[in-house]
C-alpha cells in the first residue's frame, strides 16, 4: 500500500522536477558566460560556485544582491530573465506536489494505510463492527467499555467522523468503506489473530449478507453475527452458517407473546439481558383479549403471526392494504385518525400496536387511542433514537426500539455466550419456574439489574479452584457460593448453568459437585462477580472457604507443621 | 518506435559520454578536466534519475539505483570542486584533482552498469 504511494509521487513528480533542473541547468550556464568585472575593472566571468549560488537565492525570491561583485548590465540582463524562469519553475513544482497531496485517490491511500496500522496494532481481540448507525454506536460502545476493541467500517463519512470525536475507553480504528467489498474486511483486519467475530448491522439485507459470505469464506473460525429483516435473507445467512441472525421485528414480537403466555418468564429474561446497572425492569402483564394493529410492514407482520400463535385475535388497521398483502378484514386508514380506530373497534380492544415506520405517526395514534378508551394496553414502535424522550414522555407500557434491542442481542452473545443456552432452557420451563428464580434472585439484587458472567474452571479461567479439582478435592456448588470474607455469609449471587461438555445442568443444587472443565454461569449482584474471583484465584480464600481454616501456607510453613 | 525510450535512452547514454570525457586525463592535472563537462554531466544525470522516478520493474528500480549512485559521486566531486577553491582557498592542486576525478571515476562506473543494464533490456525485449 505505502509502496503504491511512492511511486505514484516518483512518477507524478517527473515533469516538475525535470521542469526544476532544466531551469537550475539553463539559468546557472547563463550566468557563467555572462560576461561581468571584477572589483578592479579586469574581465571575469562568475565561476559555477557563485552562479549556482545566486540563482539559489534568486529561484526562492530571497535576493541578497550582486555578489561577489557588482554585476555587468549583461549579468544584470540574465539574472532578470532567470528570475522569471526561475519562479514559474518553482510555482509549477509546488504547485504540482500540493496537488498531488490534495489528491483524493493519494488521500485515500493513506488513510488506508494509517487505517491498516492502527488495526495491526490491536492487542485485545476485537470485532469487526460494520455499519455504525443508532445500534453501531451502542454496540461499539458496550464493546470497548467491556473486554474488546472494535474496528468500525461505515459506507458515511459523516458518521466516520462522529466516532471520532467520541470518547471511547479505547481507541476504536474506523474507516469509511463499502465493507460489502472482501479488501474493506481484509483491510479492517478480518484475518488478524485477534479478531473475534464480525457484526454485520447495515439496514440493507444485502449488504449483511455479502458480508456475512465474505467473513465466513474468508476466515470460517470467526463468529459472524448479522442483522436482518426478512426471513428469506435469514434462511440465507443461516444456510452458510452464520452463527447468530437477529432478526429486530422477529424478536421483539417473539418476546411480547412470551409476556403474553408466561409474563414471569419473559421478566426474567429482560432481567438477565440487561445492562448491569440498569433499573429493574417492571413485570408486565399484557391481557388477553382483541388488540388493534396499526401498520402491517414487516414489523406488523411478525407481531401478527406471533400474536396469532398466542391465540389473540387481532384488528389490523393498515394505509395500503394491497400493497402489504394484508389480510381480510383489515381497516383501511393511517389509525392516527379517530375515525378508523373506530372502525377498528376500539372501545373493545384491550391493547394496541402502533407498528408504522413513522415515530410523529405512532405516537399520534397513542395518544388518540388512550382519549378514545383510557386503560388500553400500549405499546408503540420507536424507529428513531433521538426520539427516546418523546416515548418515555407518552407513558407506553412497551416500546420496541430497534436499536437497542439489536444492541443487547449482540452484546448477550458476544460476552456471555453461555447465556443464550441458559435463556434456551428458559424458553422450555414453565411460567412457575420462573416465577420461583426471580422469587430467589430478586433479595440478591435489590433494585439493579443482575451481572451476568461466565467462569471457566482451567487452569487459566479460575486457577485455585482448577487445582483443588484437579487434586482431587471436592467442591460444591454451595461451598463456591460463600463469602471468601466470612464463609458463613452467602455470596449475592447464584448459579444458573453448568455446562460439562455437551451436559447442560440447570440450576444446580447447592451440593452438586463442580468438576475441572465445568463452565458457570452466575447472575448476582453487581460486584459479586469481583468477590467470586478472590476464590477462584486464590488458594488461601478457597482452602478457607472449603475448611475454614486460614493461615500461613507458604511452603516453609507447611514443612513446620510436618506436612512434607 | 517509442518517442518515450528514445529519450530516456538518450539521457542515458548521454550522461556515461559527458561523464567519460570530463574523466579522461591525467588524473591530477587540472588542465584535463574541464568545469563546464562536469557541470554538464551533473545536469545530464540529474535528469536521467528523475526519468527512471516510478518505474515499478525490477529492472526500473536498478536503474534508478545506479543513477543515484552516479549522483552522488558526481554532486560529492562537486563539492569538493568548490571547496576546495572558495572555502579552504588552496585552488586546483594536483590531490584535490586526483579527489575530484577518482569520485567522477565511481560514477562512470555507475553509468557504465545502467547502459549495460539497458542495453540487457532491449536485447531481452527482441527476443
Redesign the interface.
Known amino acids: 500500500m505505502n509502496n503504491q504511494a511512492i511511486?505514484?509521487i516518483?512518477?507524478?513528480?517527473?515533469a516538475p522536477?525535470?521542469a526544476l533542473?532544466?531551469t537550475?541547468?539553463v539559468t546557472?550556464?547563463g550566468l557563467v558566460l555572462m560576461p561581468g568585472v571584477n572589483a578592479q575593472g579586469e574581465p571575469e566571468r562568475l565561476?559555477?560556485?557563485h552562479a549556482f549560488y545566486i540563482i539559489t537565492y534568486t529561484a526562492t525570491t530571497t535576493g541578497f544582491g550582486e555578489l561577489p561583485h557588482p554585476f555587468s548590465d549583461a549579468q544584470r540582463a540574465w539574472v532578470t530573465f532567470s528570475m522569471y524562469l526561475s519562479i514559474v519553475a518553482w510555482l509549477y513544482a509546488i504547485g504540482a506536489l500540493i496537488a498531488l497531496v490534495r489528491d483524493p485517490t493519494f488521500q485515500r491511500v493513506f488513510v488506508e494505510s494509517r487505517f491498516a496500522a492502527a488495526v495491526r496494532r490491536i492487542r485485545e481481540p476485537f470485532y469487526i463492527v460494520c455499519g455504525y448507525g443508532d445500534t453501531g454506536t451502542v454496540v461499539v460502545e458496550a464493546l470497548v467499555n467491556g473486554i474488546f476493541s472494535a474496528v468500525v467500517i461505515d459506507r458515511d463519512e459523516t458518521r466516520i467522523n462522529e466516532l471520532a470525536l467520541k470518547d471511547l475507553a479505547r481507541p476504536v480504528p474506523a474507516l469509511a468503506a463499502d465493507a460489502s467489498l472482501p479488501d474493506t474486511l481484509l483491510l479492517a483486519g478480518l484475518e488478524h489473530p485477534r479478531c473475534a467475530g464480525v457484526i454485520a448491522l447495515y439496514a440493507d439485507d444485502h449488504t449483511n449478507l455479502k458480508i456475512a459470505i465474505s467473513a465466513k469464506l474468508l476466515n470460517p473460525q470467526l463468529q459472524v453475527i448479522c442483522r436482518a429483516a426478512s426471513h428469506d435473507t435469514q434462511a440465507n445467512m443461516e444456510s452458510f452458517n452464520t452463527d447468530a441472525v437477529i432478526n429486530p421485528f422477529d424478536s421483539f414480537a417473539d418476546r411480547l407473546a412470551m409476556a403474553l403466555h408466561s409474563p414471569d418468564s419473559h421478566l426474567l429474561y429482560e432481567w438477565l439481558t440487561a445492562s448491569p446497572g440498569e433499573p429493574l425492569a417492571r413485570r408486565i402483564n399484557p391481557p388477553r383479549g382483541t388488540w388493534v394493529l396499526c401498520g402491517y410492514g414487516r414489523f406488523g407482520k411478525a407481531l401478527a403471526r406471533h400474536m396469532e400463535y398466542e391465540g389473540v385475535s387481532m384488528v389490523i388497521i393498515e394505509a395500503t392494504p394491497e400493497r402489504v398483502d394484508a389480510p381480510e378484514g383489515t381497516v383501511r386508514g393511517r389509525g392516527t385518525e379517530a375515525v378508523t380506530l373506530r372502525e377498528a373497534h376500539i372501545e373493545r380492544a384491550v391493547g394496541i400496536v402502533a407498528g408504522t415506520d413513522d415515530d410523529a405517526n405512532n405516537l399520534s395514534m397513542i395518544v388518540t387511542a388512550r382519549m378514545l378508551k383510557p386503560g388500553l394496553f400500549m405499546v408503540a414502535r420507536q424507529n428513531q433514537r433521538e426520539n427516546e424522550a418523546l416515548f418515555e414522555a407518552a407513558g407506553l407500557d412497551l416500546v420496541m426500539q430497534r436499536s437497542r434491542a439489536i444492541a443487547r442481542r449482540i452484546l448477550s452473545l458476544v460476552s456471555t455466550p453461555l447465556l443464550i443456552h441458559f435463556l434456551r432452557h428458559l424458553r422450555h420451563e414453565s411460567n412457575d419456574w420462573a416465577a420461583q428464580l426471580i422469587g430467589r434472585l430478586q433479595p440478591l439484587i435489590n433494585d439493579e439489574a443482575p451481572e451476568v458472567w461466565t467462569v471457566d474452571v482451567t487452569p487459566g479461567g479460575a486457577s485455585a479452584l482448577h487445582a483443588a479439582l484437579s487434586e482431587g478435592q471436592s467442591v460444591s456448588c454451595g461451598q463456591l457460593l460463600s463469602d471468601p470474607r466470612d464463609r458463613d455469609e452467602r455470596l449475592r449471587a447464584l448459579i444458573l448453568l453448568i455446562r460439562r461438555g455437551e451436559e447442560e445442568l440447570l440450576l444446580p443444587a447447592a451440593d452438586a459437585q463442580i468438576e475441572a472443565g465445568d463452565r458457570l454461569l452466575f447472575a448476582g449482584r453487581r460486584g459479586a462477580a469481583r468477590t467470586l474471583d478472590l476464590t477462584l484465584f486464590n488458594v488461601h480464600a478457597l482452602r478457607y472457604v472449603l475448611s475454614g481454616a486460614s493461615g500461613p501456607n507458604g511452603a516453609l510453613w507447611r514443612w513446620l507443621r510436618g506436612e512434607a | 518506435m517509442n518517442i518515450e525510450k528514445v529519450i530516456f535512452s538518450f539521457f542515458i547514454v548521454l550522461a556515461l559520454t559527458l561523464n567519460f570525457g570530463f574523466y579522461l586525463g591525467e588524473i591530477h592535472n587540472p588542465e584535463h578536466h574541464n568545469?563546464?563537462e562536469l557541470?554538464a554531466t551533473i545536469?545530464v544525470n540529474?535528469?536521467a534519475t528523475?526519468?527512471k522516478?516510478?518505474e515499478?520493474t525490477q529492472m526500473g528500480a536498478v536503474l534508478l539505483a545506479t543513477s543515484l549512485v552516479a549522483d552522488l559521486g558526481l554532486i560529492a566531486a562537486?563539492l569538493v570542486?568548490?571547496y576546495a577553491?572558495?572555502v579552504a582557498g588552496t585552488g586546483l592542486t594536483g590531490s584535490v584533482t586526483a579527489v575530484i576525478v577518482s569520485l567522477a571515476g565511481g560514477a562512470l562506473l555507475a553509468n557504465a552498469v545502467s547502459v549495460v543494464l539497458l542495453v540487457v533490456e532491449i536485447s531481452l525485449l527482441r527476443r
Open positions: 511511486f505514484v516518483l512518477r507524478r513528480m517527473r522536477l525535470l533542473i532544466t537550475y541547468a546557472v550556464l565561476s559555477f560556485f | 568545469v563546464y557541470f545536469i540529474l535528469i528523475v526519468l522516478f516510478g515499478r562537486a570542486w568548490a577553491v572558495y
